[in-house]
């Protein structure tokens, strides 16, 4: 061999060690950060070594670090079809395609990691995170607990417990996880901020404040933080403190729409509808496709009178989302405040928003016994469970069931729970809180208590668990109280309401069978500290005063021109109105201008904003005759000007909600005062105004006949309900052919 041949030979190598020298270098650049070095030597040892299985996974890793997925995939794959036997090309292979939002595949990666080292930490952690985020928290809860049980001290495998566990319901359990993991972690900013979300979900709002304080410690300039803040403050009812808190939010973030969303709603509870509604716009101009923005703004506007822009709202809602069940509710309830509609148009409505609330995932079967004569148990389902008029309505029925023939469990979707809730709270057998909780694990809730009949109490109003009772929750399911129209639900059995809400004939605008209780649907019962009537301020040397205490949102424009036509009709009387958003500058202006055009003078018009249940009894004093607006008419203000000795006259029409009124003075023997036309409206309001002697007289019997009505005989209403439930059981299990009416 000549010179030149061995100084060739000296300096020729397999490609093998050359593939070895240069993944050994290309690791050292990988590991100290430099990844285009990295990744230019892993091409080089591939170009050398196509098979080489730990260059492609790492080739494979460096691509999904730099958020390469679909290459990561790929190049991972190819390495596990080399060398399937190496647990962390599994392991990886899950962390790609979890980044792809492949969440079964991912979990399908992880477990073939396990099934090769059964005591592989990450693995079982990325398991139960692939399954959590595939919407299986229960299996994921068995891949955390697997983790725990291999290394107790595993913070992060108890933090995402937690989590897990507060998805499924388990609220207690799922804080105790969080606890755990930050004892072995305190300065995990992340699960305190779990753990201050699953204790407002818990309604534990005080401790959920401190504990998003102290994120914001850890973490001072976390805005989702401060905004989850303001979501507590604002369901704790320190309004003013919420707006506070998304103030503070935007001031540090000024492009956070959902901080601006958040603000509107803030301000809307507090009156301040037209700063509210420019809160969501700008929520809108930073993000159009914000649907919860849109459907919000549709809630203001629907405050403001604005009905048409409402829809408009709603409805953008709607195409951006359209499984978006609550702007198919906000869209409901905008229809209802409208003048009337044409005949069966909120039916079809509801009907056609059905499919948004969900259906049952498999015929369910419920295991209940069928006898039809044991104690049944009944479930009453509602965010409105405090300070509410279906709190209000609700409480002398829980205090009159006969526990002998029902079990009474209240499902309540309100994060807080206040005195009015704490009260229903011991009147009923069982409390179960909803709020936050998936659908799922709610009907998990409802089904382990064994419940017969499910009532909904909210219908299309805010806060309502709709699709809860669309995917079949118990046995029979009853919509009643809160709600007067159709849900739309083909899973809603009955609705409960009376003859002078759904007249006869009207029973094909319900997607539910119309089941009528004796008297009225309403069981009225006052607050306990309620003060005696004051004699009417006309007899007072006052001028006469009409007044009206219902949300502004039914004071329409045709509302608006009745009642200036009362006021024309007497001469020198007075306006009170009183409701929260008329603290709020515009909405007074405003207000004040759609009389002046009509020839009232702001002297003869008294706007009060938003006071204490109590304080709003004390100024019906203020107030000789109260009007009712249409065709959304009174239902708890109603009840409480008449408990004040104030008259109530109301106009019903072809609505179910503008007859709510006329139900209650025809339970009090006053149908004189529920006129037919405008002009009958006109007459009967001007007659009670024009003898104060006999408005005295009504002001000191209202109350005692009143209480001596079936409106307030607490007793006899929950039997004639009792027998409804009974009526309804009986159809269940095959005794009847059909529910009829009880009355």
């Known amino acids: 061999m000549n010179r030149k041949q061995r100084r060739a030979q000296g300096v020729a190598r397999p490609d093998a060690a050359a593939a070895s020298d240069l993944f050994e270098e290309a690791v050292r650049h990988h590991q100290a950060g430099q990844a285009e070095q990295a990744g230019a030597l892993y091409r080089r040892v591939l170009a050398l070594e196509p098979r080489h299985a730990d260059a492609l996974h790492l080739s494979g890793l460096l691509a999904f670090e730099a958020g ?21 090309f599994h392991l990886n292979l899950g962390h790609v395609l979890a980044a792809l939002r492949q969440h079964d595949e991912a979990a399908g990666a992880y477990r073939s990691a396990i099934r090769l080292r059964p005591d592989y930490l990450p693995a079982h952690l990325g398991l139960g995170n692939a399954l959590q985020d595939a919407g299986r ?8 607990e697997a983790a725990i049980r291999i290394e107790p001290g595993f913070a992060d495998a108890h933090a995402n417990l937690g989590v897990a566990l507060r998805k499924l319901g388990r609220l207690d359990d799922a804080l105790a996880a969080l606890d755990a993991a930050i004892r072995l972690r305190p300065d995990a900013a992340a699960t305190h901020f779990n753990l201050a979300n699953a204790l407002a979900v818990s309604g534990r709002l005080d401790e959920a404040i401190d504990a998003y304080g102290t994120v914001l410690r850890l973490q001072p300039e976390s805005v989702e933080a401060r905004c989850n803040l303001g979501n507590v403050l604002a369901d704790a009812g320190r309004t ?5 808190a998304y103030r503070d939010v935007i001031a540090r973030r000024p492009d956070y729409a959902d901080a601006h969303a958040n603000l509107g709603n803030a301000l809307g509870a507090a009156g ?20 919860r923005a849109h459907s919000n703004l549709g809630n203001l506007l629907n405050d403001a009178g604005r009905f048409d822009e409402a829809l408009l709202a709603h409805e953008a809602a709607i195409r951006l989302d359209p499984g978006f069940a609550d702007a198919c509710s906000n869209l409901l309830m905008t229809l209802h405040y409208r003048p009337e509609p044409a005949p069966g148009a909120v039916r079809a409505a509801a009907r056609r928003h059905a499919s948004a609330l969900g259906r049952p995932r498999s015929p369910p079967a419920f295991a209940n016994d069928r006898d039809p004569d044991r104690r049944l148990r009944i479930g009453y389902v509602s965010g409105d469970l405090g300070p509410h008029p279906v709190g209000h309505f609700l409480r002398p029925v829980l205090r009159c069931h006969d526990r002998r023939a029902v079990e009474v469990t209240c499902y309540d979707n309100h994060p807080h729970r206040g005195p009015v809730a704490e009260a229903l709270h011991r009147t009923s057998d069982r409390w179960r809180s909803l709020a936050g909780l998936p659908d799922e694990a709610a009907a998990a809730v409802v089904a382990a208590d064994g419940i017969d009949i499910l009532v909904d109490l909210s219908g299309h109003t805010a806060r309502n668990r709709l699709p809860l009772f669309a995917r079949r929750a118990a046995p029979v399911q009853a919509t009643w109280l809160g709600y007067w129209g159709t849900t739309g639900l083909s899973a809603m059995d009955v609705i409960l309401s009376d003859t002078t809400t759904i007249l006869p004939g009207e029973e094909g605008d319900y997607a539910e069978r119309v089941v009528r209780l004796p008297g009225s649907r309403f069981c009225f019962a006052p607050i306990d500290d309620a003060p005696l ?20 949102a039914k004071v329409g424009p045709e509302v608006v021109r009745l009642w200036a036509r009362v006021l024309h009709a007497a001469p020198g009387s007075r306006l009170l109105l009183k409701w929260a958003s008329l603290v709020d500058d515009d909405m007074r202006r405003h ?18 904003g938003r006071s204490s249940h109590l304080s709003t009894l004390e100024q019906y004093g203020d107030v000789d005759v109260a009007l009712d607006p249409f065709p959304f008419s009174g239902g708890l203000t109603s009840c409480d000007a008449l408990w004040m000795g104030v008259p109530v006259v109301t106009l019903p029409g072809e609505a179910p909600q503008s ?9 009090i023997g006053s149908a004189g005062w529920v006129a037919r036309t405008p002009e009958e409206y006109v007459s009967v309001a001007l007659s009670l105004v024009s003898d104060p002697e006999a408005l005295r007289g009504i002001r000191l019997t209202l109350r005692d006949r009143m209480a001596a009505s079936p409106l307030c005989d607490a007793p006899s209403f929950t039997r004639g309900l009792e027998d409804a439930y009974r009526a309804m059981w009986r159809d269940r299990c095959g005794r009847r052919t059909g529910v009829a009416d009880v009355s």
Do not use: M, W
């Not at 009124?661 to 339970?667: H, S, V």
């Open 659 to 667: 007859r709510q009124t006329a139900g209650f003075l025809q339970a």
């Open 137 to 144: 928290p229960a299996q994921a809860v068995l891949a955390y």
């Open 591 to 608: 207000l004040t201008a759609r009389f002046a055009e009509l020839g009232i003078g702001a002297e003869r018009l008294e706007l009060r």
């Open 272 to 291: 301040r509808l037209g700063e509210a509604i420019a809160a969501q716009e700008a929520a809108l101009r930073l993000r159009p496709g914000l649907a």
């Open 240 to 244: 003013e403190d919420a707006v506070a």
């Open 533 to 552: 009537p004051a004699t009417p301020p006309c007899t007072r040397g006052r001028p006469p005063t009409f007044g009206s205490f219902n949300n502004l």
């Open 68 to 88: 390469r997925h679909a290459e990561g995939k790929e190049l991972i794959g190819r390495a596990i079809r080399i060398d399937g036997a190496r647990a962390p």
